[in-house]
């Protein structure tokens, strides 16, 4: 991106009110509560904000830098939702299809209902969980490490079922899930959980490729993202940003994963779908853009209009709320509803936040967002190192201040 293309007015934007995405970013990391962040703001692909504010590494006062490397978590998510969607368009792979038509493993899967591990009340899966349920969250999968008190996410504690870099192979993940009852019968709730680590597993069974390579021929090498990887290079290690996590005794920061000896840094044997991958403020933006187009950039098409329309439609009945989520992390879910692997905002005034209907997007665990907003054509993306995601209202605040810079 040339950044010496910035015309804010061009572009529909004051400057001296877009010139406050820079003060808040400061407060936040004067206070010591993050140790940096990247704002890039576009519409119909032309920048209309950068800010690049803090540290690499707070400890050795490294500025950040414009093509820093940061963890991306879940927003790894929507990048497996489109691997996924080029198979479909292949005819490989329908929304329908039972999982275990892919994964045999989980042919006789079974929902909890009542009671406590290990002696909880369960039983039979009623419909066949589908490629569709993983794509929406609402297979009835959850997380260990993030799943809460429930007895599921006690069990998936027990078996390691997390999918992290230095957990098992995906293969032996998936032995060890069937043993373990969903949270509920598939289609009955929206749970957010391992569900698109699960498809990426069904990637690598069609096409008898590493999740690696999926992503490296069909997203990363077609758009020109140089830097996404789920490992990292040796010589870009210098790059890494080092992660921080909140203290909640005293709301500043502590060290979580010091970007120069972090685990990414080695062999990665478990390739998350729905957290693993490593990028930078410049690759993600063209995978937003590629959807904001739908699907094409800079003359090279990964899915087709109809593809992406699809997946950033609302596929839920209503929002979120009705299917026994309210909120999540820091956000109010009412009016929100769910596509494939992203956020579909359907009512902003219920969900109390300036956009416009039919805006998609996602976070991650680091407090990171994307989002796109179709009818203003533009393409918001913030990148910070702070875990959890719901330490501050980061997402909300930033979209109110990019709305209320526009103008025109």
């Known amino acids: 991106m040339d950044f010496s293309r910035i015309r804010p007015r061009e572009q529909g934007f004051d400057p001296e009110r877009l010139a406050r995405i820079g003060a808040w970013l400061q407060r ?9 962040g990247q704002v890039l703001i576009s519409r119909q692909g032309e920048p209309v904000w950068f800010e690049n504010r803090g540290y690499l590494d707070v400890e050795e006062r490294r500025p950040l830098q414009r093509d820093s490397i940061f963890r991306i978590y879940s927003m790894t998510k929507p990048i497996t939702v489109v691997a996924a969607l080029t198979l479909l368009e292949e005819g490989r792979l329908g929304l329908g299809d039972p999982v275990a038509q892919y994964l045999p493993e989980l042919s ?3 929902a909890a209902v009542a009671g406590d591990v290990p002696d909880l009340e369960t039983e039979a899966v009623r419909e066949p969980l589908t490629i569709r349920n993983l794509m929406m969250h609402t297979a009835g999968f959850t997380y260990g490490v993030f799943g809460g008190n429930t007895p599921i996410a006690e069990a998936y504690r027990a078996e390691h079922l997390d999918f992290f870099p230095d957990s098992p192979s995906n293969a032996e993940i998936i032995a060890r899930l069937a043993k373990v009852p969903l949270m509920h019968q598939p289609g009955a709730r929206w749970s ?5 680590d699960v498809l990426g597993v069904v990637l690598e069974r069609i096409t008898g490729q590493t999740l690696g390579e999926i992503f490296q021929q069909r997203v990363f090498d077609p758009l020109g993202m140089v830097d996404s990887s789920f490992e990292l290079p040796a010589e870009k290690a210098s790059r890494f940003a ?9 709301d500043g920061m502590v060290l979580s994963d010091k970007g120069s000896t972090s685990k990414y840094l080695k062999k990665v044997d478990c390739r998350s779908g729905g957290g693993g991958l490593q990028s930078t403020l410049a690759d993600y933006w063209r995978f937003a853009e590629m959807l904001r187009c739908d699907g094409a950039y800079e003359g090279r098409r990964i899915l087709a209009p109809k593809t992406v329309e699809l997946m950033t439609s609302n596929h839920l009945e209503g929002d979120l709320a009705a299917m026994g989520q309210k909120t999540f ?15 579909v905002m359907v009512n902003p005034a219920r969900a109390g936040l300036m956009t416009s209907p039919g805006e998609f997007g996602w976070g991650g665990a680091a407090s990171t967002v ?39």
Do not use: H
């Not at 957010?192 to 698109?196: E, K, L, T, V, W």
């Not at 992390?329 to 009016?335: L, R």
């Not at 203003?376 to 990019?402: G, I, K």
């Open 370 to 408: 994307f989002w796109v907003d179709p009818l203003e054509e533009v393409s918001a993306l913030f990148l910070t190192q702070l875990v959890p995601s719901d330490s501050y209202r980061l997402r909300a605040e930033l979209r109110n201040l990019v709305y209320q810079a526009m103008i025109d």
């Open 108 to 110: 006789d899967l079974t």
């Open 28 to 36: 936040y990391i004067d206070a010591g509560n993050i140790p940096c």
């Open 242 to 250: 080092t992660l921080y996590a909140r203290d909640p005794k005293t």
């Open 329 to 343: 992390s820091e956000t109010n879910f009412e009016g929100v509803g769910f596509g494939l692997g992203v956020w």
């Open 192 to 196: 957010y959980g391992i569900s698109i």
